[in-house]
């Protein structure tokens, strides 16, 4: 789980980086930012979740 | 520019790390006094020698030499290309001595924000190897995109955007410290005895609340410094701007704590002093970014904002996300310097950009903290914890970390309760 979320979060600034080489539209532009955006985000959630399911875990 | 007051300005700047110093002190056990303020020390030392040896190279200014490659017919400025070991650059009294000068106190800011959320378990020598790492690699990175000439302060001249805002740093500094911080503590794991087997939190309180408020102020001045250097020096801010930049610091201070008392007194039927001191800098932090380029009015309004998100983040952290950050470096610099990102967007003076653009930019920007700079800062404590485990073992947990890497309390004449939050 940990390891998609860095990957999710690697992922979403390379889909901000696609959007501005490969668009010049500012509202597709727009639209893809915040596609990177919202899928970092995931990928944070998925960290944290995994995080915070092993301190969960008896030691 | 106005190369004395500059200089001045940068001067101020070293009480923002005593006032965090004294603030990461007071929010740690007793038993750890020594400890927090050795690994300030240790971290602020680090990271001067090795940011002028290798990350000042890398770091670079605008103007200066960079490494940079073609791609979508666009030049990317990625890395800066200055000689090692800042030959040359220290006689010279241009903006590359004076922006050196700057950085080397900025990263040594940025460097110990990690080690308000390892308090009280994370060793001395990783905190050294990790703060390497940040201040030769990490920060520089981030620093010449911003301040550097680098691709994020070209978004104007090559992609047709606004340049992305940072004025004081809350991206560069606050943001970078603060998601070391994140990683360092997952990387830690909670103290022993903060959760119960059935993952109940236990109130470890901090044991010099009189030290953490008066960090406050100190830190307020070392942040008029680091803010008014800063604009002037990245931002071509002229001099009689600077009385703006000053009243703004002051106000974000003073919003985003009585933000936090008052949100503190409404919810516990008393203020809160830590987290009113969290409030305190939250309000800081979030004014940083913006700085030079909002009112008054925007400036307590977005501090205060920041002070109401911080209390309110702490106890998610802590109580629904179980992650123990003592000094809650999390909220204050991360959460808070994200948020004064937006602000920038939101109340900023864009001359010569829609504010639409400005949005995309900052957005741009936030996206490559989280995208990029987190996991390189955590794939990088990850790496080192293997080879150096960051976590004091078993017995120094119960010890404390003053008896147990410094052989002496801070306090030897007070009686130093053992762990009463740990059934040995």
Not at chain 2, 290 to 310: D, E, N
């Amino acid at each position: 789980m940990k390891l998609i979320g860095c990957l999710l979060l690697l992922s979403g600034w390379f889909i901000v980086l696609a959007a501005l080489v490969m668009l010049v539209a500012v509202t597709q532009r727009t639209a893809f930012v915040v596609a990177g955006v919202a899928i970092e985000l995931l990928g944070l959630v998925l960290l944290t979740r995994g995080y915070t399911a092993m301190q969960r875990r008896p030691q | 520019m106005n190369f004395a007051l500059c200089l001045l300005c940068i001067l101020l700047t070293p009480l923002a790390a005593a006032g965090l110093a004294l603030i990461h002190q007071g929010l740690g056990r007793s038993r750890s006094a020594a400890h927090s303020m050795m690994a300030t020390l240790c971290a602020l030392s680090v990271a001067a020698i090795v940011f002028v040896l290798v990350g000042a190279s890398w770091t670079g200014f605008p103007g200066g030499a960079a490494h940079s490659f073609q791609a979508g017919g666009t030049q990317w400025n990625w890395l800066g290309n200055e000689a090692f070991f800042a030959q040359g650059i220290l006689r010279e009294g241009s903006l590359g001595s004076l922006t050196l000068c700057l950085q080397v106190f900025a990263v040594g800011i940025a460097a110990i924000i990690p080690l308000s959320a390892g308090t009280d378990r994370w060793r001395l020598a990783p905190i050294c190897l990790a703060t390497a790492l940040f201040s030769g690699f990490v920060y520089p990175v981030f620093a010449h995109w911003v301040w550097g000439g680098g691709w994020l302060s070209e978004l104007s001249a090559n992609f047709g955007l606004a340049r992305f805002q940072d004025v004081g740093g809350a991206g560069v500094i606050q943001i970078t410290g603060g998601l070391a911080a994140l990683s360092a503590a997952w990387i830690l794991g909670p103290r022993r005895g903060k959760y119960s087997d059935e993952s109940m939190a236990t109130a470890i309180p901090g044991h010099n609340i009189v030290l953490v408020l008066f960090g406050c102020i100190l830190a307020l001045v070392g942040w008029i410094g680091l803010e008014s250097a800063s604009s002037m020096l990245f931002y071509g801010v002229a001099t009689e701007q600077i009385v703006g930049v000053i009243i703004n610091a002051v106000l974000s201070a003073s919003a985003g704590f009585l933000a936090a008392v008052i949100t503190t007194r409404i919810r516990y039927r008393k203020p809160d002093a830590s987290l009113s001191a969290n409030g305190w800098i939250a309000g800081l932090v979030s004014g940083s970014a913006a700085c030079a380029l909002v009112s008054p009015l925007a400036a307590i309004f977005t501090a205060a904002m920041a002070g109401i998100l911080t209390t309110y983040l702490v106890e998610l952290l802590e109580l629904r996300l179980l992650v123990d950050d003592p000094g809650g470096a999390i909220s204050v610099h991360a959460a808070s310097g994200i948020w004064g990102l937006i602000s920038v967007a939101l109340f900023g003076n864009h001359s010569a950009t829609s504010s639409s653009a400005q949005f995309l930019s900052q957005w741009i920007g936030i996206a490559t903290l989280l995208g990029f700079m987190l996991p390189l800062i955590h794939g990088g404590n990850l790496l080192l914890n293997r080879f150096l485990p960051y976590r004091v073992d078993r017995d120094g947990d119960w010890q404390g970390m003053d008896i147990r890497e410094l052989g002496a309390g801070a306090y030897p004449e007070f009686v130093i309760h053992a762990d009463e939050f740990v059934p040995r």
